[in-house]
């Protein structure tokens, strides 16, 4: 399990930043204190020294009588640090005026308590997460909450497909590790595809892993802008190392893209790299299965059906239902 790479970097150095930052302003701080307050300046020197007058106590002291020594010593520290807190209100100051003011008190703006990312740290990855992914200003329309299997009770048969393939596909996302193999949602349009499609990435996101959504159209869109300096898609093209690289890959739409030798060629590639891996795809398609036989190569169909769990999508289109006032 891994963070996309360039956010893990991009965010430690922000991390680090704020961690900087703070304790800098801490430093200016305390430096303009001791410059008004000479008592609390020799205070602070006083304390400063303790950890060394702890460990000549140490080195210096019977094994009985160490622990009295550091008692003595903390006690002073105790002291000296509440004549500090007094002197500091007594002139209007906050009593944690000169401590560093960290964003996260938790981790102290390091993005980690002990070994183990904090839940502030873990946030920004999350939200750089589904941008990264591809989609941001997505995640609150398309979630498994909101996804609501009422605009398939129009047949019985609707609804248990449907209810077993929401069923399914939650389990996959909330269950995500790099062995949880492939799936191929199909189905006719506006049956919740994509919608369950980005839930999907959504929660494994959340989980911590790689992922990437992208229409189909999209995607080959880059390998063209990669290959001939065009792009169908009139966007600025992403580096096509990341449908290879990352740990779950979502191809939206496929079918929907320009079909030729070098777009058929670039899917291929992909499909067949990422098995190679094993490395998690999943699939959506309004294709069915003759269809897609039809359009691409039998390498590619045959990877298809023989190594995807086919989830296959029932019901009558839900935009239409809403448009018509219906569930």
Known sequence: MAYNKQNYIRISEKFKSKYRIAETKADERRAEIHKLFPEIARIDKRMSGLS????????????????DAISRIKQANESMSNERKQ????????????????????????????????DCMKKELICAGYESAGIAGL???????????????????????????????????????????NMLLVGGTGLGKTHLSIAMAKNVIERGYDV???????????FEFQRFGNS?????????????????????DLGTEI?????TNCLYNIINARLNSGLPTVISTNLVSNELRNRYWDRI?????????IMAFLGKDIRMQKMSGNK
């Open 52 to 67: 060394s007058e702890i460990m000549a106590a140490v080195m210096s002291c019977g094994a009985e009588s160490v622990g």
């Open 87 to 118: 002197l500091l209100r007594a002139a209007g100051y906050p009593e944690d005026y000169t401590d560093p003011h960290y964003e996260c008190e938790k981790c102290g703006d390091t993005g980690y308590i002990g070994t183990s990312i904090c």
């Open 139 to 181: 995640t609150d329309k398309c979630s498994f909450d909101n996804f609501s299997l009422d605009y398939y009770r129009t047949s019985p048969e609707h609804l248990a497909r449907m209810t077993a393939v929401f069923d399914h596909v939650k389990k996959y996302a909330e269950t995500f590790t790099l062995g949880s193999g």
């Open 212 to 222: 990437v959504y992208t229409p189909a159209t999209a995607m080959l869109s880059d």
């Open 232 to 252: 169908t898609s009139g966007t600025v093209a992403e580096d096509t190392s990341r449908y290879f690289n990352c740990e779950l890959l979502i191809i939206d």
């Open 259 to 263: 079909n030729n030798q070098f777009t």
């Open 301 to 309: 169909t045959s990877r298809i059906f023989g190594e995807y769990k």
